[in-house]
């Protein structure tokens, strides 16, 4: 009930192109959502993050969609660019010094 | 630059041995975590310090252990050293108890032959 199960585990866009990365979840009690942007050789960097009381959220060129039934919450990178090639984790937790549970991440490669 | 200083950078030891990770938090950071991060289990959730105390704790091995100092810097110490350890390691730190690691270091990638 703990997990975060994060898809795909690997994604190849065109320049210019949305990708999309999708996360579901079990534990009815998160209500953190964030994601995780990591390059090569670095750590993960808070990217953005919702929590359930919104369906969306809108930073740059980065969303996260949220389906409170389904369980659901996705990444979109609108006009994906070389520069957004990295691994993207998602990750889940709640209120209340809970840790985060982290998905497997997803490498994202953007080619011109 | 995320603030968080963690060395050292990569290590190499055998089987049996010991070692300490080194994290120094972004300064005013309060929170310090510890994760493993490996291949096949992505970013394993080790141990949660608050201002000197322990937090929460995650799937920390009891070969594994960890402080932090009045200074608020902290050690993870590993023993006992198997082939599966072998992985990076990150710190990450943040303001508050809650849960959420906001500023990772670089990581130590520790290698066991």
Sequence with gaps: QQQVKQSPQSLIVQKGGISIINCAYE???FDYFPWYQQF????PALLIAIR????????????ISFNKS?????????????????????????????????????RLSVIA | DSGVTQTPK?????????VTLRCSPRSGDLSVYWYQQSLDQGLQFLIQYYNGEERAKG?????????QFPDLH????????ELGDSALYFCASSVDSLGTPLHFGNGTRLTVT
Excluded: W
């Design chain 2, 59 to 67: 799937n920390i091995l009891e070969r594994f252990s960890a402080q």
């Design chain 2, 10 to 18: 990569h290590l190499i030891t055998a089987t049996g041995q010991r």
């Design chain 1, 70 to 106: 389904a369980k659901q919450f996705s990444l979109h990178i609108m006009d994906s660019q070389p520069g957004d090639s990295a691994t993207y984790f998602c990750a889940a937790g709640s209120s209340g010094n809970t840790p985060l549970v982290f998905g497997k991440g997803t």
């Design chain 1, 27 to 29: 534990n009815t009690a």
């Design chain 1, 52 to 63: 359930p009381d919104v369906s969306e959220k809108k930073e740059g060129r980065f969303t």
């Design chain 2, 74 to 81: 902290s050690e993870l110490n590993l023993s006992s050293l």
């Design chain 1, 40 to 43: 090569p050789g670095k750590g």
